[in-house]
């Protein structure tokens, strides 16, 4: 069964660095996602990406983030200059992107943990 | 604005025991979409079931179902017969029709299933 897969599994970073997250949405898939979790917090939406364009961003989607499909395949979040409060799992999903058939289910990517220190 | 509601933080219960997990939603969409994802220790989020508003038919799923009732915006998930492998934060999602189709997420509930 396809399945959205993330790398690094795990990352420590130290602050101020650069780091790029990496994502392999479902093949067929056109509507790619970004969220992040704290530690023991709710799951929050990044940014959506459609089209090779954001489609949609949170407030917490601030200069300091960029997102990019560099090809057919990779989805990837850059963070420029981490924070400590960056510090946190990050989940990648993608949709089919067949609009008009309703909100679909998106299907996650088994996440990065990342750890600014 | 959307918000999901999981009022319960944590529930303990002994296995073959049967819990319900409370999700309330707030959107003033007339067309939306309900979700239940499972986070077990591992981290990953597994998808459980996709509901939209125009179906409050309730679902049952082995051990596991869905109660919708649209007249108090809830959308509760029973499991039967609790087992240790069901220990996991379950989170209850909101999504509208069209534009990026972004989920909100409630808090989360951590349900430990003890043997």
């Known amino acids: 069964e396809p399945e959205v897969t993330q790398t690094p599994s795990h990352q420590v970073t130290q602050m101020g660095q650069e780091v790029i997250l990496r994502c392999v949405p479902i093949?067929?898939?056109?509507?790619f996602y970004w969220y992040r979790q704290i530690l023991g917090q709710k799951v929050e939406f990044l940014v959506s990406?459609?089209?090779?364009?954001?489609?949609?961003k949170s407030e917490i989607f601030d200069d300091q983030f960029s997102v990019e499909r560099p090809d057919g395949s990779n989805f990837t979040l850059k963070i420029r200059s981490t924070k400590l409060e960056d510090s946190a799992m990050y989940f990648c999903?993608?949709?089919?992107?067949?609009?008009?058939?309703?909100?679909?289910?998106?299907?996650f990517g088994p996440g990065t943990r990342l750890l600014v220190l | 604005a959307q918000k999901v509601t999981q009022a319960q933080t944590e529930i303990s219960v002994v296995e073959k025991e049967d819990v319900t997990l409370d999700c309330v939603y707030e959107t003033r969409d007339t067309t939306y979409y309900l979700f239940w994802y499972k986070q077990p220790p591992s981290g990953e989020l597994v998808f459980l079931i996709r509901?939209?508003?125009?179906?409050?038919q309730n679902e049952i799923s082995g051990r596991y179902s869905w109660n919708f009732q649209k007249s108090t915006s809830s959308f509760n998930f029973t499991i039967t017969a609790s087992q240790v492998v069901d220990s996991a934060v379950y989170f209850c999602a909101l999504s509208s029709q069209g534009g990026s189709e972004k989920l909100v997420f409630g808090k989360g509930m951590k349900l430990t299933v003890n043997p």
């Open positions: 093949s067929n898939h056109l509507y």
């Open positions: 990406f459609y089209n090779n364009e954001i489609s949609e």
């Open positions: 999903a993608s949709t089919p992107g067949n609009r008009g058939r309703g909100a679909e289910t998106q299907y």
């Open positions: 509901r939209n508003s125009f179906d409050e």
